[in-house]
């Protein structure tokens, strides 16, 4: 039984960062590509980065590049999602994904598991 399981996030302020684990059980974690996904209420769950199954290739969100960066340690099974220089935008329920189809993908239809997210709130 796969099970991906985000922890991590919590209630900072405006300018703090945070770091968002996944750990991974139950796939061979080093062959998914891996994504964070988030969806604050009343909105449409939005991509924020993807990672290949390597870590050689990286995408992210416009509204998060240079702010948020992911990275994986296959070893460990766990996924990163390091948020820095947060903003009250950012405040969303995140989730980690796992895709065995794809090098790198932003969207969420490609994804093949989900975690159950961890919530993230900034306040101003």
């Known amino acids: 039984q796969v099970q991906l399981v985000e922890s991590g996030g919590g209630l900072v302020q405006t300018g703090d960062s945070l770091r968002l684990d996944c750990a991974a059980s139950?796939?061979?974690?080093?062959?998914?590509?891996m994504g964070w996904f988030r969806q604050a209420p009343q909105n449409e769950r939005e991509f924020v980065a993807t990672?290949?199954?390597?870590?050689?290739?990286?995408l992210y969100a416009d509204s998060v590049k240079g702010r948020f960066t992911i990275s994986r340690d296959n070893a460990k099974n766990t996924l990163y999602l390091q948020m820095n220089s947060l903003k009250p935008e950012d405040t969303a329920v995140y989730y980690c994904?796992?895709?065995?189809?794809?090098?790198?993908?932003?969207?969420?239809?490609?994804?093949?598991?989900w975690g159950q997210g961890t919530q993230v709130t900034v306040s101003s």
């Open positions: 994904a796992a895709d065995s189809k794809y090098v790198a993908t932003w969207k969420w239809e490609n994804y093949d598991y």
């Open positions: 990672i290949s199954w390597d870590g050689g290739t990286t």
């Open positions: 139950g796939l061979t974690f080093g062959s998914y590509a």
